[in-house]
């Protein structure tokens, strides 16, 4: 099992002295090599599930287990990528894509081999000595998969990563992102608020209520090309997976 939630409920100390429950009891388990998003309601604690798998937060109560074991802090096991680039803009391409690997004490000739590499299964081979604000939005984001991958997580985080780019760099990323991430055999959890995305990426979806976040819904995406989301695109299931997640959301009941 590459990544399980074992009846993790989280809360928070707030100023007015009430606890808030950020999510409560939470169970599922992702397998190997598989892709699974979350999806649900603002504030439900999306974000807080990432953050206990990357170990940045404990549980209050249950236990998170990265390849079976019990994550208590942040670690080499999970690699994370967020919406927001955050690439350094003082180093070139391959300088913030061989950045994972300098902390950890990779000498710099296997470095820059494994960081090439990365930067040509994220198409951008030819950009190694370009800067930041010399690429597009989605060219960075590339840069930062890039990253994420050149360390060799057994689980990737990937935190709304598209949420900031224009519709079309957007079906043009996830493409992208969902060959590479299928080439790469990578564990994968994804967040996002976007239905579609979700049927498209996914080998399985899970559903969380409103704050405090619980699992409402676990959905299967039974189709072909889970690497190739544009294929998918076409697929008329992909509509009613998509209404499916938006009745257990009841956001017709929500609408103004
Ligand atoms: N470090 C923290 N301290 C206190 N409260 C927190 C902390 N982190 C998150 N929360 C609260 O926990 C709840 C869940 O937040 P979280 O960011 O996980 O939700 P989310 O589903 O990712 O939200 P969104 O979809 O809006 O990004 C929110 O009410 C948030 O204010």
């Given at each position: 099992m590459a990544l399980e939630f074992r009846g993790v409920t989280k809360q928070f100390a707030t100023n007015s002295g009430w606890d808030l429950t950020a999510i409560r009891d939470v169970t599922f388990k992702v397998n190997e090599g598989e892709f699974v998003s979350v999806v649900g309601p603002s504030g439900c604690g999306k974000s807080t599930l990432l953050s206990m798998t990357a170990g940045l937060y404990q549980p209050t109560a249950g236990e998170v287990l990265v390849s079976e074991e019990r994550v208590t802090g942040p670690n080499d096991h999970v690699g994370f990528m967020l919406?927001?680039?955050?690439?350094?803009?003082?180093?070139n391409i391959v300088g913030n894509v061989e950045f994972g690997l300098e902390a950890r004490g990779v000498p710099k000739g296997p470095r820059r081999e494994r960081a090439m590499r990365e930067l040509q299964r994220c198409h951008?081979?030819?950009?190694?000595?370009?800067?930041?604000?010399?690429?597009s939005g989605g060219m960075r984001q590339r840069a930062a998969l890039a990253r994420t991958l050149a360390v060799d997580p057994e689980i990737i985080l990937l935190d709304e990563?598209?949420?900031?780019?224009?519709a079309q760099t957007k079906l043009l990323l996830q493409d992208s992102f969902a060959t590479t991430i299928a080439e790469s055999g990578k564990t994968t959890l994804l967040i996002t608020h976007d239905l579609a995305e979700a049927v498209l990426m996914s080998d399985r979806i899970l559903v969380l209520s409103e704050r405090?976040?619980?699992?409402?819904a676990e959905i299967k995406?039974?189709?072909?090309d889970r690497a190739h989301p544009l294929r998918r695109?076409?697929?008329?299931e992909v509509g009613e997976y998509a209404g499916q997640i938006f009745r257990h959301l009841k956001l017709e009941e929500k609408a103004i």
């Open positions: 919406q927001k680039d955050l690439l350094l803009p003082w180093r951008l081979a030819g950009f190694e000595n370009h800067y930041p604000y010399q690429l990563p598209f949420s900031a780019l224009d405090p976040g619980s699992i409402i995406v039974d189709l072909p695109r076409v697929m008329p």
